[in-house]
């Protein structure tokens, strides 16, 4: 009996929040569905006194007051029994929905004489905005937005403010927040100041169709979202960014730097990858020319001792000994002076170095580094300069190389009387003496063995050469040491070169998960949503153009010859099926791998495809230069990021689903914007079922937690939201050079006037309403 009451009564009388959520629906396993099916739907609950004395009577128990929101009307609470979660609430005060601040209370048109009714209170929750066309439902819209300093930028060319330009100068508008606060604006304010932050979001025509339309800017609504996932960030996830790019800026600059720089060391480690490559194939030359240099100056040696047949074999003997350590000394004289030589640039590398390189260098990181707001006394801690005594040890260490280059030359020495006094002691070891008093005891030998004018000189000149050459030959065994070196050294700079190729990946990798966590209030959100809001996801991907990669190589490539990679595009489809897979999908690792795995296969196949014959060894020396840095290149790989639905980017579909997307975003997402929300017409471009399964609850939810001010032509947006207030725009009889007079009826549904409009404006009348239903067999109770 109690069960069969309750089904038909309109009204629970019950106050306490558990009867209230049960007969709402919002008790578990107790949806709408079930309460549908066994009590004819949800049902509002109300409270009284119930006093049984005077001294109770409008007292409650608890402070549990009854609050009907609509006018002070019988059909308020029809309304009520209708909506009875938006209309029925039962406590100490009324429920807070908008914050008072951000709620537009009045709006006041002044100076403008077609206005009839210039004045409009507005309600804090939804209001709807209806009429004919033509009626100024748009002019009222534009004219809330312009007061608010929402309209810049948003406004097109159909708009009121740009079509009646003309007759707007001199109108003003007012408006009065609920705190309040007034505030007045020019209708036209040409001189708009863009540090003005709007008050309120208006999604005008233009604003809406653009972001929508098949050809629009669709990058605009990825702009949007963005703005929404950067608010749902709270104030300290943020690092003092503005915007979701300065965020994500801030986030991926060191990892995007990281990758330029690894790219950069790739590239410098392939150009010296390719100079040891090429000290290795110049050992055998450098031995042929050892062994030709040591046959010559063994020739020269030859040449020398038969000049100086006559004589003694003990002098003899004695001058090849001088002449050899002469040789020795001019050698040691020839490095010292290229030592004070080299140590004089260095002085003045450092020199250049601090005088100009180092301020450039602080200047640049200054202007690169600006956000680090630091002081020019912070900055000087990063000037380059040089860690230890430089100056000391360059002075030292040139003055110690004059000494030793002055000390093997030695002094001249001037002729003896006789030549039988030797400069030099017999035993006195002979690489250690002067080269001045080597020439002088060289010179007296000469003398003693009687050697003519003609031979000594030619005897000097075969002696010079034997230094130069004896010079030349220490060069050469140098060049020789260093280029035997030069595998080990390849080998090392290979392994940096990977692992540098390794390090631009992981960076990428990086770059992508700073992207998953910036996203990631948007994905939790989702995840707990329903309809269309749950085919939304994000999506990261890197995109790898093989295309561009693969044409890049191949311009390095003779394509004619036979072989795997014969051909236009054949290196293209070999990196389609060995490294696109790593490079788009796999993780640093793998990618490592996959190239390894490429060139292990691949690399002697692509390298006989040459351009240039190995024959002409500078020029495929420089190719192979070329060569290592197409192959370890990587500016082909980029990352993309998306909002998808159904896994297609939300920039590829169709306008009324950009629609759908787009109005879920303001309405389900973005609950961190308390401002007013305009919208003018948010159905265009949208199917009637989609705005009632997926718009209209949206709508109710957002009108409890802000103002929502919205222009439309369909009637579920007006009637199962149950706006809160219905403004009914009128236009006159247009006369020419003048804007008609336009007027604005305000009121609720649980008027029934109101509802008269609502059924002729939205429904065609009552009778067009009804024929619709009788042809689509849909049974009308009333």
């Known amino acids: 009996m109690r069960q069969e009451i309750e089904k038909f009564a309109h009204v629970i009388f019950a106050s306490s929040p558990a009867q209230r959520d049960f007969w709402l629906g919002r008790r578990s396993g107790v949806g709408e569905d079930v309460l549908r099916e066994r009590y004819d739907g949800c049902k509002p609950c109300l409270h009284g006194s119930d006093a049984h004395e005077q001294a109770t009577v409008a007292k409650p128990d608890g402070d549990r007051y009854s609050w009907i929101k609509g006018a002070l009307e019988f059909d308020a609470l029809r309304q009520a029994y209708i909506d009875p979660a938006g209309r029925a609430y039962v406590g100490p005060h009324p429920p807070f929905r908008a914050t008072p601040a951000r709620v537009i209370a009045e709006i006041e048109l002044t100076g403008a004489d077609w206005a009839q009714t210039p004045k409009l209170a507005l309600n804090p929750g939804l209001v709807a905005i209806i009429g004919a066309r033509g009626s100024g439902k748009t002019a009222l819209a534009d004219a809330i937005a312009a007061g608010c300093d929402a309209t810049e930028g948003r406004l097109s060319n159909a708009s009121f403010i740009v079509r009646a330009r003309e007759h707007?100068?001199?109108?003003?508008?007012?408006?009065?927040?609920?705190?309040?606060?007034?505030?007045?604006?020019?209708?036209?304010?040409?001189?708009?100041?863009?540090?003005?932050?709007?008050?309120?979001?208006?999604?005008?025509?233009?604003?809406?169709?653009?972001?929508?339309?098949?050809?629009?800017?669709?990058?605009?609504?990825?702009?949007?979202?963005?703005?929404?996932?950067?608010?749902?960030?709270?104030?300290?996830?943020?690092?003092?960014?503005?915007?979701?790019?300065?965020?994500?800026?801030?986030?991926?600059?060191?990892?995007?730097?990281?990758?330029?720089?690894?790219?950069?060391?790739?590239?410098?480690?392939?150009?010296?990858?390719?100079?040891?490559?090429?000290?290795?194939?110049?050992?055998?030359?450098?031995?042929?020319?050892?062994?030709?240099?040591?046959?010559?100056?063994?020739?020269?040696?030859?040449?020398?001792?038969?000049?100086?047949?006559?004589?003694?074999?003990?002098?003899?003997?004695?001058?090849?000994?001088?002449?050899?350590?002469?040789?020795?000394?001019?050698?040691?004289?020839?490095?010292?002076?290229?030592?004070?030589?080299?140590?004089?640039?260095?002085?003045?590398?450092?020199?250049?170095?601090?005088?100009?390189?180092?301020?450039?260098?602080?200047?640049?990181?200054?202007?690169?580094?600006?956000?680090?707001?630091?002081?020019?006394?912070?900055?000087?801690?990063?000037?380059?300069?040089?860690?230890?005594?430089?100056?000391?040890?360059?002075?030292?260490?040139?003055?110690?190389?004059?000494?030793?280059?002055?000390?093997?030359?030695?002094?001249?020495?001037?002729?003896?009387?006789?030549?039988?006094?030797?400069?030099?002691?017999?035993?006195?070891?002979?690489?250690?003496?002067?080269?001045?008093?080597?020439?002088?005891?060289?010179?007296?030998?000469?003398?003693?063995?009687?050697?003519?004018?003609?031979?000594?000189?030619?005897?000097?000149?075969?002696?010079?050469?034997?230094?130069?050459?004896?010079?030349?030959?220490?060069?050469?065994?140098?060049?020789?040491?260093?280029?035997?070196?030069?595998?080990?050294?390849?080998?090392q700079l290979q392994t940096d070169r990977e692992q540098a190729y390794l390090r631009v990946f992981e960076s990428i990798v990086a770059e992508e998960q700073v992207l998953h966590t910036l996203y990631r209030p948007l994905m939790d959100r989702l995840a707990q949503a329903s309809g269309t809001l749950r085919k939304l996801s994000f999506s990261v991907s890197r995109h790898a153009d093989v295309h561009r990669w693969a044409t890049e190589g191949e311009s390095l490539f003779d394509k004619r010859r036979t072989g795997p990679f014969k051909g236009v595009g054949t290196l293209e489809t070999w990196a389609d099926a060995l490294l696109k897979p790593a490079w788009e999908s796999g993780d640093p690792t793998a990618v490592a791998e996959a190239m390894a795995g490429f060139r292990q296969a691949h690399q002697a196949e692509l390298l006989d495809l040459s351009e240039v014959p190995r024959s002409q060894q500078a020029d495929y020396r420089s190719w192979l230069r070329r060569f290592a840095k197409w192959l370890y290149g990587t500016s082909h790989i980029e990352i993309s990021y998306s909002i998808d639905y159904e896994a297609v980017d939300i920039r590829k579909l169709s306008p009324g689903t950009r629609g759908i997307v787009l109005l879920l975003l303001y309405l389900a997402l973005d609950d961190s914007d308390d401002r007013p929300l305009i919208i003018d017409q948010p159905e265009e471009n949208l199917d009637p079922k989609s705005i009632f399964d997926e718009l209209v609850e949206l709508f109710i939810a957002a009108k409890n937690v802000r103002q929502v001010i919205m222009v439309t032509h369909n009637a579920n947006l007006v009637v199962n939201t149950d706006a809160d207030q219905i403004i009914v725009a009128f236009s006159g009889t247009h006369t020419p050079g003048k804007l008609p007079p336009i007027r604005y009826l305000s009121g609720g549904l649980e008027n029934a006037e109101m509802r008269k409009h609502v059924c002729d404006i939205l429904e065609g009348g009552d009778r067009a309403f009804k024929e619709r239903a009788r042809r689509l067999r849909v049974r009308l109770d009333r």
């Open 168 to 491: 707007l100068d001199g109108v003003g508008v007012r408006l009065t927040w609920e705190t309040g606060d007034p505030s007045v604006r020019p209708l036209l304010d040409d001189a708009f100041d863009p540090s003005l932050y709007p008050r309120a979001r208006y999604l005008s025509q233009k604003f809406v169709e653009e972001l929508c339309s098949a050809d629009g800017l669709k990058d605009e609504l990825l702009s949007e979202i963005e703005r929404v996932i950067f608010e749902a960030h709270n104030t300290l996830e943020r690092d003092g960014a503005t915007d979701f790019g300065e965020l994500l800026e801030l986030r991926t600059t060191v990892l995007r730097d990281n990758r330029t720089r690894d790219e950069e060391a790739i590239a410098t480690l392939s150009d010296q990858v390719g100079l040891e490559r090429e000290k290795q194939s110049q050992i055998a030359g450098l031995k042929s020319q050892i062994t030709q240099k040591e046959a010559l100056i063994a020739g020269y040696i030859k040449s020398r001792d038969t000049l100086v047949t006559a004589g003694s074999a003990e002098r003899i003997a004695r001058l090849n000994a001088l002449t050899e350590a002469a040789d020795h000394v001019r050698t040691q004289i020839r490095l010292w002076s290229q030592e004070c030589q080299v140590l004089r640039s260095l002085q003045n590398d450092v020199s250049d170095f601090r005088t100009n390189r180092a301020p450039m260098a602080l200047r640049t990181s200054k202007q690169t580094f600006v956000g680090a707001h630091l002081d020019d006394e912070a900055w000087e801690a990063f000037q380059q300069t040089y860690a230890g005594n430089v100056d000391g040890t360059l002075t030292e260490r040139l003055a110690r190389a004059e000494r030793q280059a002055a000390t093997w030359r030695g002094k001249e020495h001037p002729r003896k009387a006789s030549d039988q006094d030797p400069y030099v002691a017999d035993d006195a070891e002979l690489k250690r003496l002067s080269l001045g008093e080597l020439e002088a005891e060289i010179g007296r030998i000469q003398r003693l063995i009687n050697i003519d004018t003609d031979t000594a000189n030619r005897l000097r000149t075969i002696t010079t050469k034997i230094g130069d050459e004896n010079a030349a030959l220490k060069r050469l065994k140098d060049a020789l040491a260093d280029c035997e070196g030069a595998a080990a050294r390849t080998t």
